[in-house]
Protein backbone atom coordinates (compact mmCIF):
# COMPACT_ATOMS: atom_id res chain seq x y z
CA UNK A 1 0.00 0.00 0.00
CA UNK A 2 1.18 3.26 -0.91
CA UNK A 3 0.83 6.58 1.34
CA UNK A 4 0.78 9.60 -0.65
CA UNK A 5 0.46 13.52 0.82
CA UNK A 6 -1.27 15.36 -1.59
CA UNK A 7 -1.17 19.16 -1.68
CA UNK A 8 -3.79 21.57 0.24
CA UNK A 9 -6.96 22.22 -1.22
CA UNK A 10 -7.58 24.64 -3.86
CA UNK A 11 -10.66 25.55 -3.14
CA UNK A 12 -10.00 25.50 0.65
CA UNK A 13 -7.47 27.90 0.35
CA UNK A 14 -9.10 30.65 -1.54
CA UNK A 15 -12.46 30.59 0.72
CA UNK A 16 -9.53 31.23 3.69
CA UNK A 17 -7.19 33.37 2.07
CA UNK A 18 -10.72 35.82 1.92
CA UNK A 19 -11.94 34.82 5.46
CA UNK A 20 -8.70 35.75 6.43
CA UNK A 21 -8.24 39.34 4.51
CA UNK A 22 -11.66 39.90 5.79
CA UNK A 23 -11.24 39.23 9.92
CA UNK A 24 -10.43 40.67 12.51
CA UNK A 25 -7.04 40.19 13.27
CA UNK A 26 -4.03 38.06 12.22
CA UNK A 27 -4.98 34.38 10.60
CA UNK A 28 -2.39 31.95 9.98
CA UNK A 29 -3.49 29.47 7.30
CA UNK A 30 -1.41 26.03 7.60
CA UNK A 31 -0.46 23.77 4.90
CA UNK A 32 -2.10 26.26 2.31
CA UNK A 33 -1.87 24.98 -1.52
CA UNK A 34 1.21 26.46 -3.47
CA UNK A 35 0.38 27.04 -7.17
CA UNK A 36 -0.33 29.41 -9.61
CA UNK A 37 -3.81 30.04 -8.32
CA UNK A 38 -3.46 30.57 -4.75
CA UNK A 39 -0.41 32.68 -5.78
CA UNK A 40 -2.18 34.74 -8.11
CA UNK A 41 -4.90 35.24 -4.80
CA UNK A 42 -2.21 35.79 -2.47
CA UNK A 43 -0.96 39.04 -5.10
CA UNK A 44 -3.95 39.97 -5.99
CA UNK A 45 -4.69 40.57 -2.15
CA UNK A 46 -1.42 42.33 -1.54
CA UNK A 47 -2.14 44.48 -4.45
CA UNK A 48 -5.12 45.68 -3.03
CA UNK A 49 -3.31 46.45 0.15
CA UNK A 50 -3.77 43.71 2.57
CA UNK A 51 -0.15 42.19 4.01
CA UNK A 52 0.51 39.22 3.50
CA UNK A 53 3.22 36.93 4.39
CA UNK A 54 4.46 33.48 3.32
CA UNK A 55 6.58 31.00 4.89
CA UNK A 56 7.02 27.21 3.96
CA UNK A 57 4.11 25.42 5.49
CA UNK A 58 2.30 28.69 6.50
CA UNK A 59 0.66 31.96 5.49
CA UNK A 60 -0.10 34.58 7.46
CA UNK A 61 -2.76 37.38 6.94
CA UNK A 62 -3.14 40.93 8.49
CA UNK A 63 -7.00 41.32 8.22
CA UNK A 64 -8.91 44.56 7.22
CA UNK A 65 -12.58 44.29 8.19
CA UNK A 66 -13.08 47.62 6.30
CA UNK A 67 -12.22 46.36 2.93
CA UNK A 68 -8.57 47.20 1.25
CA UNK A 69 -5.75 49.26 1.93
CA UNK A 70 -5.20 50.58 -1.18
CA UNK A 71 -7.79 53.53 -2.81
CA UNK A 72 -7.01 51.71 -6.07
CA UNK A 73 -5.43 48.88 -7.02
CA UNK A 74 -5.03 47.10 -10.99
CA UNK A 75 -5.53 42.97 -10.45
CA UNK A 76 -4.20 40.55 -12.33
CA UNK A 77 -6.15 37.46 -11.89
CA UNK A 78 -4.18 35.15 -13.61
CA UNK A 79 -6.23 31.99 -14.97
CA UNK A 80 -7.83 31.47 -11.74
CA UNK A 81 -11.41 31.28 -11.18
CA UNK A 82 -11.58 31.80 -7.44
CA UNK A 83 -9.42 35.06 -7.64
CA UNK A 84 -11.70 36.68 -10.83
CA UNK A 85 -14.94 35.77 -8.92
CA UNK A 86 -14.01 36.33 -5.11
CA UNK A 87 -11.40 39.11 -4.87
CA UNK A 88 -13.60 41.79 -6.85
CA UNK A 89 -16.46 40.63 -4.54
CA UNK A 90 -14.60 41.40 -1.22
CA UNK A 91 -13.08 44.98 -2.95
CA UNK A 92 -16.82 46.09 -3.06
CA UNK A 93 -17.41 46.20 0.63
CA UNK A 94 -13.95 48.72 0.85
CA UNK A 95 -13.75 52.11 -0.42
CA UNK A 96 -11.96 52.90 -3.89
CA UNK A 97 -11.17 52.06 -7.01
CA UNK A 98 -10.40 48.62 -8.21
CA UNK A 99 -9.76 47.16 -11.66
CA UNK A 100 -9.21 43.84 -12.36
CA UNK A 101 -8.53 41.82 -15.40
CA UNK A 102 -7.20 38.12 -15.95
CA UNK A 103 -5.60 35.62 -18.61
CA UNK A 104 -7.41 35.04 -22.10
CA UNK A 105 -8.45 31.53 -20.51
CA UNK A 106 -10.02 33.44 -17.89
CA UNK A 107 -11.66 36.08 -19.97
CA UNK A 108 -13.68 33.96 -22.09
CA UNK A 109 -14.87 32.14 -18.59
CA UNK A 110 -18.53 33.58 -17.74
CA UNK A 111 -19.17 35.45 -14.30
CA UNK A 112 -22.22 37.68 -15.77
CA UNK A 113 -24.56 36.34 -13.04
CA UNK A 114 -22.38 37.21 -10.01
CA UNK A 115 -21.58 40.80 -11.29
CA UNK A 116 -25.50 41.32 -12.20
CA UNK A 117 -25.90 40.31 -8.82
CA UNK A 118 -23.52 42.70 -7.41
CA UNK A 119 -25.24 45.58 -9.68
CA UNK A 120 -28.08 44.97 -7.84
CA UNK A 121 -26.71 45.31 -4.27
CA UNK A 122 -25.88 48.73 -5.21
CA UNK A 123 -22.64 47.86 -6.54
CA UNK A 124 -20.89 50.02 -9.37
CA UNK A 125 -19.20 47.67 -11.56
CA UNK A 126 -18.15 48.02 -15.01
CA UNK A 127 -16.97 45.74 -17.26
CA UNK A 128 -14.21 46.81 -19.49
CA UNK A 129 -14.53 44.69 -22.85
CA UNK A 130 -17.77 41.79 -23.20
CA UNK A 131 -20.49 42.30 -20.72
CA UNK A 132 -19.96 39.66 -17.58
CA UNK A 133 -16.25 38.66 -18.68
CA UNK A 134 -13.11 40.31 -17.68
CA UNK A 135 -11.78 42.74 -17.21
CA UNK A 136 -13.66 44.61 -14.91
CA UNK A 137 -13.59 47.98 -12.67
CA UNK A 138 -15.15 47.77 -8.95
CA UNK A 139 -16.15 52.01 -7.96
CA UNK A 140 -15.93 50.62 -4.46
CA UNK A 141 -18.40 52.48 -1.28
CA UNK A 142 -18.98 49.79 0.93
CA UNK A 143 -22.28 47.53 0.09
CA UNK A 144 -25.48 48.07 2.49
CA UNK A 145 -26.92 44.63 1.59
CA UNK A 146 -30.52 42.77 1.37
CA UNK A 147 -32.17 40.40 -0.40
CA UNK A 148 -31.56 39.25 -4.01
CA UNK A 149 -31.74 36.34 -6.64
CA UNK A 150 -29.20 34.14 -7.70
CA UNK A 151 -29.05 31.60 -10.94
CA UNK A 152 -26.01 29.66 -9.96
CA UNK A 153 -26.43 27.16 -12.54
CA UNK A 154 -23.35 27.54 -13.82
CA UNK A 155 -20.98 27.95 -11.01
CA UNK A 156 -21.14 27.93 -7.83
CA UNK A 157 -18.58 30.34 -7.52
CA UNK A 158 -20.95 32.61 -7.81
CA UNK A 159 -23.56 32.03 -4.87
CA UNK A 160 -19.87 31.29 -2.68
CA UNK A 161 -18.07 34.80 -3.43
CA UNK A 162 -21.90 36.62 -2.57
CA UNK A 163 -21.87 34.28 0.65
CA UNK A 164 -18.37 35.45 1.82
CA UNK A 165 -19.56 39.12 1.08
CA UNK A 166 -22.97 38.80 3.68
CA UNK A 167 -20.76 39.48 6.71
CA UNK A 168 -18.90 42.30 5.56
CA UNK A 169 -22.62 44.23 4.26
CA UNK A 170 -24.22 46.92 6.73
CA UNK A 171 -27.38 44.67 6.92
CA UNK A 172 -26.69 41.07 5.92
CA UNK A 173 -27.74 39.52 2.37
CA UNK A 174 -30.51 37.07 2.16
CA UNK A 175 -29.87 34.85 -1.26
CA UNK A 176 -32.38 32.93 -2.95
CA UNK A 177 -30.85 30.50 -5.59
CA UNK A 178 -33.00 29.64 -8.64
CA UNK A 179 -30.46 26.52 -9.70
CA UNK A 180 -27.17 25.49 -8.07
CA UNK A 181 -24.51 23.24 -9.16
CA UNK A 182 -21.94 21.86 -7.38
CA UNK A 183 -23.27 22.39 -3.89
CA UNK A 184 -21.09 20.50 -1.96
CA UNK A 185 -18.54 23.14 -2.89
CA UNK A 186 -21.25 25.67 -1.14
CA UNK A 187 -21.27 22.94 2.14
CA UNK A 188 -17.32 23.82 2.23
CA UNK A 189 -18.17 27.94 2.53
CA UNK A 190 -20.68 27.68 4.72
CA UNK A 191 -18.86 25.83 7.16
CA UNK A 192 -15.94 27.54 6.48
CA UNK A 193 -17.61 31.08 6.99
CA UNK A 194 -18.78 29.64 10.67
CA UNK A 195 -15.86 28.87 11.80
CA UNK A 196 -14.57 32.16 11.44
CA UNK A 197 -17.28 33.40 13.36
CA UNK A 198 -20.08 34.14 10.70
CA UNK A 199 -23.62 33.30 11.12
CA UNK A 200 -25.31 31.58 7.87
CA UNK A 201 -28.22 29.55 7.78
CA UNK A 202 -29.84 27.87 5.09
CA UNK A 203 -33.68 28.23 4.47
CA UNK A 204 -34.39 25.68 1.66
CA UNK A 205 -33.30 27.87 -1.45
CA UNK A 206 -32.64 30.61 0.65
CA UNK A 207 -29.18 31.83 2.45
CA UNK A 208 -29.55 34.39 4.92
CA UNK A 209 -26.41 35.82 6.26
CA UNK A 210 -25.83 38.78 9.24
CA UNK A 211 -23.47 41.57 9.14
CA UNK A 212 -21.16 39.82 11.98
CA UNK A 213 -18.17 40.62 10.23
CA UNK A 214 -15.19 37.75 10.72
CA UNK A 215 -12.54 36.82 13.90
CA UNK A 216 -9.10 35.51 12.96
CA UNK A 217 -8.21 32.11 14.01
CA UNK A 218 -5.36 29.96 12.98
CA UNK A 219 -6.56 27.57 10.02
CA UNK A 220 -5.44 23.90 8.66
CA UNK A 221 -5.93 23.22 4.80
CA UNK A 222 -7.27 19.99 4.18
CA UNK A 223 -5.84 18.22 1.07
CA UNK A 224 -7.15 18.88 -2.19
CA UNK A 225 -9.84 15.74 -2.59
CA UNK A 226 -9.86 16.90 -6.50
CA UNK A 227 -6.32 15.88 -6.66
CA UNK A 228 -6.57 12.66 -5.06
CA UNK A 229 -9.08 11.43 -7.35
CA UNK A 230 -5.80 10.75 -10.09
CA UNK A 231 -4.24 8.77 -7.29
CA UNK A 232 -7.16 7.05 -6.41
CA UNK A 233 -8.58 6.52 -10.14
CA UNK A 234 -5.28 5.08 -11.01
CA UNK A 235 -5.01 2.62 -7.64
CA UNK A 236 -8.72 1.11 -8.93
CA UNK A 237 -7.33 0.65 -12.28
CA UNK A 238 -3.82 -1.46 -11.89
CA UNK A 239 -4.67 -4.94 -10.31
CA UNK A 240 -2.54 -5.39 -7.18
CA UNK A 241 -2.03 -1.17 -6.89
CA UNK A 242 -3.96 0.94 -3.24
CA UNK A 243 -3.53 4.12 -2.08
CA UNK A 244 -3.88 5.76 1.50
CA UNK A 245 -4.28 9.55 1.57
CA UNK A 246 -3.93 10.64 5.12
CA UNK A 247 -6.05 13.70 5.74
CA UNK A 248 -9.09 13.30 3.70
CA UNK A 249 -11.56 11.40 6.16
CA UNK A 250 -15.12 11.02 6.98
CA UNK A 251 -14.81 14.75 8.27
CA UNK A 252 -13.53 16.39 4.77
CA UNK A 253 -14.97 19.20 3.85
CA UNK A 254 -15.18 18.14 -0.01
CA UNK A 255 -17.32 16.91 -1.59
CA UNK A 256 -15.38 15.62 -4.25
CA UNK A 257 -14.22 13.26 -2.17
CA UNK A 258 -17.34 11.18 -2.92
CA UNK A 259 -15.20 10.19 -6.23
CA UNK A 260 -14.37 7.41 -4.37
CA UNK A 261 -17.84 6.08 -3.87
CA UNK A 262 -18.23 6.13 -7.65
CA UNK A 263 -14.96 3.89 -7.37
CA UNK A 264 -16.94 1.57 -5.59
CA UNK A 265 -19.76 1.17 -7.82
CA UNK A 266 -16.95 0.44 -10.43
CA UNK A 267 -16.43 -2.40 -8.27
CA UNK A 268 -13.14 -1.05 -6.39
CA UNK A 269 -12.41 -1.64 -2.43
CA UNK A 270 -12.91 1.65 -1.00
CA UNK A 271 -12.00 2.25 2.69
CA UNK A 272 -12.69 6.00 4.54
CA UNK A 273 -11.66 5.76 8.08
CA UNK A 274 -11.80 8.88 10.43
CA UNK A 275 -8.78 10.93 8.79
CA UNK A 276 -7.77 8.97 6.08
CA UNK A 277 -9.22 7.03 2.87
CA UNK A 278 -8.22 3.86 1.39
CA UNK A 279 -8.59 2.58 -2.06
CA UNK A 280 -7.84 -0.56 -4.07
CA UNK A 281 -7.51 -2.30 -7.05
CA UNK A 282 -9.86 -5.39 -6.96
CA UNK A 283 -8.86 -6.21 -10.66
CA UNK A 284 -12.40 -5.08 -12.13
CA UNK A 285 -13.71 -2.17 -13.39
CA UNK A 286 -17.55 -2.45 -13.98
CA UNK A 287 -19.58 -0.27 -16.49
CA UNK A 288 -22.13 2.59 -14.76
CA UNK A 289 -24.54 5.28 -15.30
CA UNK A 290 -23.54 8.18 -12.87
CA UNK A 291 -24.63 11.69 -12.53
CA UNK A 292 -21.77 13.78 -11.45
CA UNK A 293 -23.68 17.25 -10.70
CA UNK A 294 -22.06 17.53 -7.89
CA UNK A 295 -18.88 16.34 -8.59
CA UNK A 296 -18.14 17.52 -11.80
CA UNK A 297 -14.23 18.57 -11.61
CA UNK A 298 -13.77 14.62 -11.65
CA UNK A 299 -15.74 13.86 -14.07
CA UNK A 300 -12.37 13.64 -16.36
CA UNK A 301 -10.88 11.27 -13.95
CA UNK A 302 -13.92 8.91 -14.52
CA UNK A 303 -13.76 9.60 -18.38
CA UNK A 304 -10.29 8.40 -18.26
CA UNK A 305 -10.37 5.59 -16.45
CA UNK A 306 -13.61 4.39 -18.32
CA UNK A 307 -12.38 2.54 -21.52
CA UNK A 308 -11.02 -0.16 -18.85
CA UNK A 309 -14.88 -0.68 -17.81
CA UNK A 310 -16.42 -4.05 -18.69
CA UNK A 311 -19.41 -1.50 -20.24
CA UNK A 312 -20.04 1.77 -20.88
CA UNK A 313 -19.58 4.24 -18.58
CA UNK A 314 -22.43 7.02 -18.79
CA UNK A 315 -21.47 10.95 -16.82
CA UNK A 316 -24.91 12.72 -16.97
CA UNK A 317 -25.96 16.12 -15.62
CA UNK A 318 -22.28 17.97 -16.30
CA UNK A 319 -23.35 20.77 -18.78
CA UNK A 320 -21.26 23.36 -16.74
CA UNK A 321 -17.90 21.17 -17.24
CA UNK A 322 -18.39 23.21 -20.73
CA UNK A 323 -17.42 26.11 -19.43
CA UNK A 324 -14.16 25.50 -17.21
CA UNK A 325 -10.59 26.10 -18.01
CA UNK A 326 -12.12 24.70 -21.15
CA UNK A 327 -15.16 22.74 -22.50
CA UNK A 328 -14.03 19.39 -20.70
CA UNK A 329 -16.89 17.18 -21.71
CA UNK A 330 -15.75 17.54 -25.50
CA UNK A 331 -11.81 17.83 -24.69
CA UNK A 332 -12.28 14.39 -22.96
CA UNK A 333 -14.52 13.11 -26.15
CA UNK A 334 -11.86 14.67 -28.41
CA UNK A 335 -9.12 12.95 -26.12
CA UNK A 336 -10.45 9.38 -25.97
CA UNK A 337 -11.01 9.52 -29.89
CA UNK A 338 -7.74 10.12 -30.48
CA UNK A 339 -6.69 7.00 -28.61
CA UNK A 340 -9.37 5.12 -30.70
CA UNK A 341 -12.04 4.88 -28.52
CA UNK A 342 -16.05 5.26 -29.04
CA UNK A 343 -17.86 8.12 -27.11
CA UNK A 344 -21.07 9.57 -27.73
CA UNK A 345 -22.24 13.26 -25.95
CA UNK A 346 -24.56 15.03 -25.90
CA UNK A 347 -25.22 18.71 -24.18
CA UNK A 348 -24.30 17.50 -20.36
CA UNK A 349 -23.33 14.03 -20.70
CA UNK A 350 -20.68 11.22 -21.95
CA UNK A 351 -20.55 8.11 -22.78
CA UNK A 352 -17.68 6.21 -23.13
CA UNK A 353 -17.41 2.78 -24.43
CA UNK A 354 -14.54 0.11 -23.69
CA UNK A 355 -12.36 -0.90 -25.42
CA UNK A 356 -8.18 -0.96 -25.68
CA UNK A 357 -6.74 2.57 -26.20
CA UNK A 358 -3.97 2.44 -28.70
CA UNK A 359 -0.57 5.10 -28.78
CA UNK A 360 1.40 6.65 -29.34
CA UNK A 361 -0.95 10.28 -29.52
CA UNK A 362 -0.47 13.69 -28.09
CA UNK A 363 -3.27 14.42 -25.61
CA UNK A 364 -4.73 18.11 -26.40
CA UNK A 365 -4.86 19.85 -22.69
CA UNK A 366 -6.63 22.89 -23.75
CA UNK A 367 -4.33 24.07 -21.30
CA UNK A 368 -6.28 22.81 -18.60
CA UNK A 369 -4.54 21.08 -15.77
CA UNK A 370 -7.51 18.34 -14.93
CA UNK A 371 -6.80 17.25 -18.72
CA UNK A 372 -3.11 16.31 -17.78
CA UNK A 373 -3.78 14.54 -14.62
CA UNK A 374 -6.72 12.78 -15.58
CA UNK A 375 -5.15 11.15 -18.67
CA UNK A 376 -2.29 10.44 -17.06
CA UNK A 377 -4.21 7.99 -15.87
CA UNK A 378 -4.89 6.61 -18.63
CA UNK A 379 -1.18 6.54 -19.59
CA UNK A 380 -0.66 4.16 -16.99
CA UNK A 381 -1.99 1.39 -19.70
CA UNK A 382 -1.12 3.15 -22.80
CA UNK A 383 2.75 3.60 -24.30
CA UNK A 384 3.52 6.44 -25.80
CA UNK A 385 0.80 9.00 -24.69
CA UNK A 386 2.23 12.59 -24.59
CA UNK A 387 0.88 16.44 -23.80
CA UNK A 388 1.05 19.04 -25.94
CA UNK A 389 0.85 21.68 -22.28
CA UNK A 390 2.01 19.26 -19.48
CA UNK A 391 3.37 22.40 -17.73
CA UNK A 392 -0.35 23.68 -17.03
CA UNK A 393 -0.77 21.41 -14.08
CA UNK A 394 1.58 24.31 -12.45
CA UNK A 395 -2.63 25.76 -12.15
CA UNK A 396 -3.16 23.77 -8.94
CA UNK A 397 -0.30 21.00 -8.54
CA UNK A 398 3.13 22.05 -9.98
CA UNK A 399 4.66 18.84 -9.09
CA UNK A 400 2.08 16.40 -10.21
CA UNK A 401 4.72 14.71 -12.47
CA UNK A 402 7.39 14.27 -10.38
CA UNK A 403 4.30 12.69 -7.28
CA UNK A 404 3.11 10.96 -10.21
CA UNK A 405 5.82 9.31 -11.41
CA UNK A 406 7.34 8.34 -7.76
CA UNK A 407 3.28 7.02 -6.87
CA UNK A 408 3.55 4.87 -10.08
CA UNK A 409 7.55 3.71 -9.69
CA UNK A 410 6.53 2.59 -5.96
CA UNK A 411 5.40 -0.98 -5.34
Same mark, same amino acid.
Given at each position: ?81 ? &?? +??? #? %???? =? ?6 ? /? !? *? ?101 ? &?? +??? #? %???? =? ?6 ? /? !? *? ?185
Amino acid at each position: MTVIDIPGSKSVTARALFLAAAAEGTTTLLRPLVSDDTEGFAEGLAALGYAVRREPGAWHVEGRPAGPGADTADVHCRDGAT &TA +RFL #P %TLAA =AGHGTYRF /D !A *SAQMRRRPLGPLTTALRDLGVDLRHGGREGHHPLAVHARGVKGGALTLDAGQSSQYLTALLLLGPLTAEGLDITVTDLVSEPYVGITLAMMRSFGAEVRQEGR &TY +RVA #P %TGYR =ARTYGIEP /D !A *STASYFFAAAALEPGRSVTVPGLGTGALQGDLAFVDVLRRMGADVETGEDATTVRSTGTLRGITVNMRDVSDTMPTLAAIAPFADGPVRIEDVANTRVKECDRLDACAENLRRLGITVRTGPDWIEIHPGTPAGPAEIATHGDHRIVMSFAVTALRVPGVTFDDPGCVKKTFPGFHQAFDAFVRTP
